[in-house]
């Protein structure tokens, strides 16, 4: 069952779902805008144009961590982005990121894949952001590019991921 925002605050206030910092503006009918923080990872030069055995290296190995309150998004390229939001949930909540329309209208992506959030996450969320515009895009820590929907499952899972989740539970 997909939650209302009356539904999101009442989990907020029980504690099954926390979201951390958390202003009311950012609640809309049924989703969380969600925050860009000032941290980005962006593919290193030497790997640009080679080819890559992803079963040998991860994007830890392949991208450069920076700390910046913007970046330019040239056409075409992709960086990684971190919600300033940490998100928890239950064993018996799982969330949906998506990207917000003002931003896709112009050819911003802010997931490639990467749109469920497991039950019992208790992280920030990594956003694979691509320009696929023919503009520079400039991006700032604090713009709210990203949405997250909640969704009530029937039964809690047992393989939570704060327990289970093999990268994610460490961001």
């Not at 989990?11 to 503006?25: A, C, D, I």
């Not at 991208?63 to 971190?82: A, R, V, W």
């Not at 992506?109 to 895009?137: D, F, K, W």
């Not at 990203?146 to 039964?155: G, I, R, V």
């Amino acid at each position: 069952m997909a939650l209302s925002d009356k539904d999101i605050l009442k989990l907020m206030k029980t504690g099954k779902l926390k979201v951390v910092p958390f202003k009311k503006e950012q609640l809309g009918p049924a989703s969380i805008d969600l925050t860009l923080s000032d941290e980005w990872h962006f593919f290193r030069e030497e790997y640009i144009g080679k080819t890559v055995d992803l079963s040998k290296k991860g994007f830890k190995e392949l991208t450069k961590k920076i700390k910046s309150k913007s970046i330019i998004l040239n056409p075409g390229e992709m960086c990684l982005g971190k919600t300033l939001e940490k998100i928890t949930l239950a064993p018996d909540v799982m969330g949906i990121l998506e990207g917000r329309s003002r931003y896709a209208r112009v050819g911003l992506t802010v997931h490639i894949t990467a749109s469920v959030i497991q039950p019992g996450s208790n992280n920030h969320q990594i956003l694979e952001i691509v320009n696929l515009s023919p503009l520079r895009i400039v991006l700032h820590a604090g713009m709210q590019i990203s949405q997250m929907s909640f969704h009530k499952l029937e039964n809690p899972t047992t393989q939570p991921y704060y327990k289970f989740g093999k990268i994610a539970r460490r961001q």
